[in-house]
Structure formats: C-alpha cells, structure tokens
T-cell receptor, first 115, second 111 residues
Framework: NAGVTQTPKFQVLKTGQSMTLQCAQD?????MSWYRQDPGMGLRLIHY???????DQGEVPNGYNVSRSTTEDFPLRLLSAAPSQTSVYFC??????????????FGDGTRLSIL | QKEVEQDPGPLSVPEGAIVSLNCTYS??????FMWYRQYSRKGPELLMY????GNKEDGRFTAQVDKSSKYISLFIRDSQPSDSATYLC???????????FGQGTRLTINP
C-alpha cells in the first residue's frame, strides 16, 4: 500500500518553463489537495479537489493549474515557472467518512527550484 | 497577524526529558486540531488528531486543546533521539477544505 506517491522528488527549472507535478493515491480518497511549504510560512493550500471533475482554488492558486479526471490522480501544473515558485510541494488526501473533518495524509513532496 | 502562531525554535533537550510544544490561534471557529511530525526531506506524518477541547493520549504523546484560551499543546514523555523532527500544528473549521498550519517547531533530542 503506497499511500500518496509524488513524482518527481526533485526538479530544477528555468524561468518560463512549464512542468507537471504528479500525485497518485491508492486509498480511494475523494479529497486531494496541493500545498506548498516555504521557510517561515508553514504549509499553504494551492488547489484542492473533492472528487473527480471537481476542483477549487486554495489560498495561493496563482500560477498553478489543476485537473482531476480520476479518483487516483491529481496533477499540479506550473504554467510559466517563476523564481517565487521555488518551494517544496506536498500532495495530501483525506477520507470523507465520519462525522467531522478527517485528517489529511501527505506524500513525501517534490522539491522544485526555479532558476 | 497569522491565524496560527507557533514558535519555530529550534528547541534542543536531553534524551528522556518531557517536551512541550505549543500553538496559539485566533479563529474561535477552529474545531479540529492536529499535530504532524515531519522528518527532514519527508512529508508531514499525522501524530495526533483531536476534536474540540480536552486531552488525548497515545503512547508517549499527549495532545491538549484549550479552546477558551485558543491554545493547543503536544507533550512528549521520555523523549528519544528518534523524536528529533519538525512538529507542525494544524487546525480546521467544520466543513472547511483546508488546514491552517503553524510554522513548525524544530526539535532536537540529544543522546
């Protein structure tokens, strides 16, 4: 049981390049999300999805695009990379059962550097 | 002012000590409180999950929530070098789609 798998683990881009960060989960969770982690800022929500075909913006969505065509996958696209997008990106999933908010489970991250 | 405040440390204690980690928050609507542990180059790993006020214990870890003071704590008893990591508090409102995180406290347990 792999849980949440993120690829690649590391990536270096030049300003203006585009790329897709992959996230796959095998827990059959409806909810998936992307966070970025920066020093002194904690984790901030970029985009999230409550199910296939449904996505919405989080706290810091500018410069990022997402789509959700299957329950298992939730890719994050950088349309035109900027140095301000240098960060560690985490994908997280959450089950929808129970009476309240379920805790989120995170992948091991993609470390992205924009030159 | 940030919604969730957490002292980033670093905090260094000897092995076997009791560790106290804390977060304060400003949004009284928060009802779900979590502590995550994050090792270097890894993703956050859920340690404790509590709803509303009160205490929750799991082995050497105890989470406390005081909603009247808007203050949450994580206690680690008999701390071990393997507990060395960054500890993140996180919280959410009922039905909310996002977690609000503290900055994280970097903890080192010295043998």
């Amino acid at each position: 049981n792999a849980g949440v798998t993120q690829t690649p683990k590391f990536q270096v881009l030049k300003t203006g390049q585009s790329m897709t960060l992959q996230c796959a989960q095998d827990m059959n969770h409806e909810y998936m999300s992307w966070y970025r982690q920066d020093p002194g800022m904690g984790l901030r929500l970029i985009h999230y999805s409550v199910g296939a075909g449904i996505t919405d913006q989080g706290e810091v969505p500018n410069g990022y695009n997402v789509s959700r065509s299957t329950t298992e996958d939730f890719p994050l696209r950088l349309l035109s990379a900027a140095p301000s997008q240098t960060s560690v990106y985490f994908c997280a999933t959450r089950g929808s059962g129970g009476a309240g908010n379920q805790p989120q489970h995170f992948g091991d991250g993609t470390r992205l550097s924009i030159l | 002012q940030k919604e969730v405040e957490q002292d980033p440390g670093p905090l260094s204690v000897p092995e076997g000590a009791i560790v106290s980690l804390n977060c304060t928050y400003s949004n009284s609507a928060f009802q779900y409180f979590m502590w995550y542990r994050q090792y270097s180059r890894k993703g956050p790993e859920l340690l404790m999950y509590t709803y509303s006020s009160g205490n929750k214990e799991d082995g050497r870890f105890t989470a406390q929530v005081d909603k009247s003071s808007k203050y949450i704590s994580l206690f680690i008893r008999d701390s071990q070098p393997s507990d060395s990591a960054t500890y993140l508090c996180a919280m959410s409102v009922q039905g909310a789609q996002k977690l609000v995180f503290g900055q994280g406290t970097r903890l080192t347990i010295n043998p």
